[in-house]
């Protein structure tokens, strides 16, 4: 196996990520190289002044409203997938006793057509949403 | 004793009933909101940007809640599921939206020595600009690394990648950041 340049290990050796070997090849070079010595220094001053960043914390306030947000939207999305399987029964099996009804043609027809209409409005909703998704940031998050 | 003394190992089976399922997730939320904001903050830089991506990043995990992996760690869950959106909506909107250094800064407490101050701030400011410059993917792992402080085994496991792309990610972002950085360290 090639060994890795030593200038390369000098991040994960001011992480503490090497091998006992590799750490020692470090060192060594370290002590023959001002250049890689300054370069380890500027290294460790980021890395400092990375860690450091501080950031302000969202006021309580909004951290709060946030959780409020949450206990409300997470219920609803429960309450619309029950919704739309209890509505997917439903309107199947309103179907099946429909078309097996011994009703007039004529009147299954103008019946049919009020309903058909009436599922075509949600079922168009429900395309929208399916044309959207491959824009939806979070599709893609791993559970 | 801790309040959370299990949080990041499986809960008993015997506990594992719908209310102490849903308090454990509210407890949750109130241990790590504030470490979701900060991590999603640092990552797109705008304070706007990272409530909602803590929005959504709960609101997923409640959502998958139930069907989680119960013997992975709570943690790198929740990064990982703050980090995706993250960078995605960082990648989309690309470098153009400058990030506003002040609106993410605490209040400075007077310090003895302000030219000391002033030097330190200003080497901070200029780190947060030239990491907010790197690519989403470059600058994940020294935010993971060095101001969230996972370990690299860890970083792999949030972002999905071996430890050999941490590794040589973190280094070359160190050696832009070194390089563009180089005479104020």
Redesign the interface.
Same mark, same amino acid.
């Given at each position: 196996m090639s060994e890795k340049p030593i200038e390369s290990m000098l991040s994960a050796y001011l992480d503490g990520e090497l091998t006992q070997a590799e750490q020692q090849r470090v060192r060594i070079h370290l002590e023959n190289s001002d250049a890689a010595r300054e370069k380890l220094r500027q290294l460790q001053t980021l890395k400092k002044a990375t860690s450091e960043l501080a950031f302000l914390p969202p006021s309580d306030d909004r951290m709060d409203e946030l959780e409020q947000r949450l206990s409300v939207k997470a219920p609803r999305r429960v309450g619309w997938v029950l919704f739309v399987i209890g509505a997917v029964a439903g309107v199947l099996y309103s179907g099946y006793l429909f078309v097996t009804s011994d009703m007039h043609w004529l009147r299954k027809s103008i019946v049919g057509s009020i309903h058909v209409g009436l599922l075509l409005l949600p079922a168009s909703v429900a395309r929208q949403r399916i044309l959207e998704l491959p824009h939806d940031r979070y599709r893609g998050v791993k559970r | 004793m801790s309040v959370f003394p299990a949080i990041d190992s499986p809960l008993p089976i015997a506990r594992q009933t719908a209310a102490v399922e849903a308090e454990h997730c509210g407890l949750l939320?109130?241990e790590y *909101?504030?470490r979701a904001?900060?991590f999603a !903050?640092?990552l797109v830089g705008n304070?706007e940007d990272a409530?909602d991506i803590?929005?959504?990043a709960?609101? *997923?995990i409640?959502?998958?809640w139930s *069907?989680?992996d119960k013997l992975r760690p709570f943690a790198p869950w929740l990064y990982?599921?703050i980090r995706?959106?993250a960078v995605?909506?960082y990648r989309?909107r690309g470098a153009r939206k400058e990030t506003n250094w002040d609106?993410?800064?605490?209040q400075e407490s007077p310090h003895p020595d302000p030219e000391a101050l002033l030097e330190k701030d200003e !080497?901070?400011e200029r780190?947060?600009r030239a990491?907010h410059r790197l690519s989403p993917e470059q600058r994940e792992v020294?935010v993971l690394?060095?101001?969230q402080?996972f370990?690299?085994k860890e970083i792999a496991a949030i972002t999905?990648n071996s430890l050999t792309t941490v590794?040589?990610r973190?280094?070359d972002a160190?050696?832009i !950041?070194?390089r563009k !950085?180089?005479r104020y360290?």
């Amino acid at each position: 196996m090639s060994e890795k340049p030593i200038e390369s290990m000098l991040s994960a050796y001011l992480d503490g990520e090497l091998t006992q070997a590799e750490q020692q090849r470090v060192r060594i070079h370290l002590e023959n190289s001002d250049a890689a010595r300054e370069k380890l220094r500027q290294l460790q001053t980021l890395k400092k002044a990375t860690s450091e960043l501080a950031f302000l914390p969202p006021s309580d306030d909004r951290m709060d409203e946030l959780e409020q947000r949450l206990s409300v939207k997470a219920p609803r999305r429960v309450g619309w997938v029950l919704f739309v399987i209890g509505a997917v029964a439903g309107v199947l099996y309103s179907g099946y006793l429909f078309v097996t009804s011994d009703m007039h043609w004529l009147r299954k027809s103008i019946v049919g057509s009020i309903h058909v209409g009436l599922l075509l409005l949600p079922a168009s909703v429900a395309r929208q949403r399916i044309l959207e998704l491959p824009h939806d940031r979070y599709r893609g998050v791993k559970r | 004793m801790s309040v959370f003394p299990a949080i990041d190992s499986p809960l008993p089976i015997a506990r594992q009933t719908a209310a102490v399922e849903a308090e454990h997730c509210g407890l949750l939320f109130r241990e790590y *909101r504030l470490r979701a904001y900060r991590f999603a !903050l640092q990552l797109v830089g705008n304070p706007e940007d990272a409530m909602d991506i803590t929005q959504e990043a709960f609101l *997923r995990i409640h959502k998958h809640w139930s *069907r989680r992996d119960k013997l992975r760690p709570f943690a790198p869950w929740l990064y990982s599921i703050i980090r995706n959106p993250a960078v995605d909506l960082y990648r989309r909107r690309g470098a153009r939206k400058e990030t506003n250094w002040d609106e993410t800064q605490p209040q400075e407490s007077p310090h003895p020595d302000p030219e000391a101050l002033l030097e330190k701030d200003e !080497l901070k400011e200029r780190v947060w600009r030239a990491i907010h410059r790197l690519s989403p993917e470059q600058r994940e792992v020294p935010v993971l690394r060095d101001m969230q402080g996972f370990a690299y085994k860890e970083i792999a496991a949030i972002t999905g990648n071996s430890l050999t792309t941490v590794n040589s990610r973190l280094h070359d972002a160190r050696e832009i !950041l070194r390089r563009k !950085l180089g005479r104020y360290l």
